[in-house]
């Protein structure tokens, strides 16, 4: 079964920064393109990031473009986005996902 589990997520001040990663087992990984996406009330489900399965051609909702890095090192099965100059507008439950599979989430709260 596919498991993909979150973590890194927390409160942090406008400005700061987080690195959020996503454990990926019961799939081949390094070929799996994996995403990242978000939810919030007021957004709903929001499609954040994609990466293909070499790691080389990472994409960007336009709102985190030069804020958000998407990583991954497929020898250890992980998954990561690292957040820079977060802003209240990125508060929400942050989600790996694997075409239909999604994890548990890990939430993201920024607030002064």
């Known amino acids: 079964d596919v498991q993909l589990v979150e973590s890194g997520g927390g409160v942090v001040q406008p400005g700061g920064s987080l690195r959020l990663s996503c454990r990926a087992s019961?799939?081949?990984?390094?070929?799996?393109?994996m995403s990242w996406v978000r939810q919030s009330p007021e957004k709903g489900l929001e499609w954040v990031s994609t990466i293909d399965s070499g790691g080389r051609h990472p994409s960007y909702e336009d709102s985190v473009k030069g804020r958000f890095t998407t990583s991954r090192d497929n020898a250890k099965n992980m998954l990561y986005l690292q957040m820079n100059n977060l802003k209240p507008e990125d508060t929400g439950v942050y989600y790996c996902e694997k075409a239909n599979d999604r994890g548990q989430g890990t939430r993201v709260t920024v607030a002064s």
């Open positions: 019961g799939f081949t990984f390094d070929r799996a393109v």
